[in-house]
């Protein structure tokens, strides 16, 4: 393999949840992170052309108001839903399905608001908005709100307040309307490439170059730029994470923790 399976592992209360979807057997795997025992294993040998059997996308949990929370899994042309206690599938869409090429992986992971899941399979051929309560095979049903492109290969979006937030690899960024796709406005807001996902803290959005470039947009349907920052030239991969004030940027060898300044009274 060219690049190994970059799916990130779920902690949800005692339990950690594995994906692995590839080219030999695929299942999703829960386990007591406590003793490391086996809690359930779900069986996820899908059929597909070439290297969309492969996906790079990590777990999710989607919670809605009554009803049990869901892992959301992607890759391998389909979208499921599994209960977090027993592992039993309770919903699957197989409508990301692409024509053979030769990188139809999927890379990004989906992304949850609002009780819809968001997906978008390789080099932007097709986004896809869920809404989450169906039961067995829905493809091609009324649960699928709406399909589109123009979303990002690797950087997986995100969602807040209705509007989903999204950056291409090669910088332009986008946001779309939760329910209905339609977009908001897209613009170049990096000047170079990015594989970092956006993230959303305080009312603003931020997005991150490989070379280290940040700039923070206001949220909402309009554009508008708050800041534009840098740090020392690098290779900023990683999303970076926001806690208590603090925002915190990995580089292949150097972690930056950055705080903000209070505003004047």
Avoid at 76 to 103: F, I, M, Q
Avoid at 136 to 160: F, N, Q, V, Y
Avoid at 216 to 223: L, N, P, S, T
Avoid at 247 to 256: D, H, K, N, T
Wanted: aromatic share 8%.
């Amino acid at each position: 393999l060219k690049f190994g399976m970059a799916s990130s592992p779920r902690l949800w209360g005692n339990t950690l949840f594995i994906e692995c979807v590839h080219k030999g057997p695929s299942y999703v795997l829960a386990l007591d992170s406590r003793t490391g025992k086996e809690v359930w294993l779900a069986d996820r040998n899908y059929q597909a052309m070439g290297d969309a059997t492969d996906a790079y996308t990590s777990p999710v949990v989607l919670l809605q108001a009554n009803r049990a929370p869901q892992l959301i899994v992607t890759g391998c042309n389909h979208v499921d839903a599994y209960d977090l206690s027993t592992g039993k599938r309770v919903w699957s869409d197989g409508s990301l399905v692409l024509p053979e090429e030769e990188y139809g992986r999927i890379n990004a992971s989906p992304t949850v608001g609002d009780g819809i899941v968001v997906v978008n399979s390789a080099k932007n051929q097709l986004s896809m908005a869920i809404q989450a309560d169906g039961q067995g095979d829905i493809t091609g049903s009324d649960r699928e709100l709406w399909k589109g492109k123009g979303m990002a290969d690797c950087p997986t979006a995100t969602i807040h307040d209705g509007i989903i937030y999204s950056v291409r690899d090669e910088g332009v960024g986008a946001a779309f309307d939760l329910k209905t796709g339609k977009e908001l406005w897209r613009q170049r807001v990096l000047a170079g490439r990015t594989q970092a996902s956006p993230v959303v803290a305080d009312g603003n959005v931020y997005f991150l170059a490989l070379d280290g470039q940040s700039v923070v947009v206001r949220e909402g349907a309009e554009y508008q730029v708050v800041s534009k920052n840098s740090l020392p030239v690098g290779d900023f991969y990683a999303t970076p994470a926001i806690s208590d004030g603090m925002i915190f940027v990995r580089e292949r060898s150097v972690l930056y923790g950055i705080r903000g300044t209070s505003p004047a009274k």
